[in-house]
């Protein structure tokens, strides 16, 4: 059973619920379930739609400076990024993976909490040999960016 069905479920469950009361209550001269009006406001639908706009625009002109090899680094970062997803996702079914993320953002920060001191003391330690992983790695891109290209005398 997914996710997908699971909720699926769940709101048929609520949608009959509500339907039968309203029926029976209006069948026995009664108020039907207090619901309120539901309604989205244009003011927040035009700072939403503003907010997503100037995101895509920002990932559209990321995406034009890779395509066109403007950054190297960039280009090389995506890549990275690109694998890293590919082999996670070869490894979960999606769903699964959306309730990982629900089930870490509720139970990470409550973790953080009870362990800040341990957490922070290594995710510095982390940090630190990422920083210079990153560094080498740079150093040795842009080495090779950078290298001119020999011409063959004959």
């Given at each position: 059973?997914?996710?997908?069905?699971?909720?699926?479920?769940?709101?048929?469950?609520?949608?009959?619920?509500?339907?039968?009361?309203?029926?029976?209550a209006s069948?026995?001269?009664?108020?039907?379930?207090?619901?309120?009006?539901?309604?989205?406001?244009?003011?927040?639908?035009?700072?939403?739609?503003?907010?997503?706009?100037?995101?895509?625009?920002?990932?559209?002109?990321?995406?034009?400076?890779?395509?066109?090899?403007?950054?190297?680094?960039?280009?090389?970062?995506?890549?990275?990024?690109?694998?890293?997803?590919?082999?996670?996702?070869?490894?979960?079914?999606?769903?699964?993976?959306?309730?990982?993320?629900?089930?870490?953002a509720f139970?990470?920060?409550?973790?953080?909490?009870?362990?800040?001191?341990?957490?922070?003391?290594?995710?510095?330690?982390?940090?630190?040999?990422?920083?210079?992983?990153?560094?080498?790695?740079?150093?040795?891109?842009?080495?090779?960016?950078?290298?001119?290209?020999?011409?063959?005398?004959?």
């Open positions: 059973m997914t996710l997908l069905t699971v909720a699926a479920d769940a709101l048929m469950i609520v949608v009959t619920t509500f339907f039968l009361w309203a029926q029976v069948f026995l001269n009664k108020s039907g379930p207090p619901l309120p009006e539901l309604k989205v406001s244009e003011d927040s639908i035009s700072k939403s739609a503003i907010f997503i706009r100037d995101e895509v625009n920002t990932m559209l002109k990321l995406a034009h400076n890779v395509a066109l090899g403007k950054d190297y680094l960039l280009f090389a970062k995506v890549l990275a990024a690109l694998y890293v997803v590919a082999v996670v996702g070869a490894w979960f079914h999606f769903l699964t993976l959306v309730l990982l993320a629900v089930v870490g139970s990470l920060p409550a973790l953080y909490d009870k362990f800040e001191d341990q957490v922070d003391e290594n995710l510095e330690k982390v940090l630190a040999e990422m920083d210079k992983f990153y560094k080498l790695a740079e150093e040795k891109i842009r080495g090779a960016l950078n290298k001119p290209k020999s011409k063959k005398t004959e």
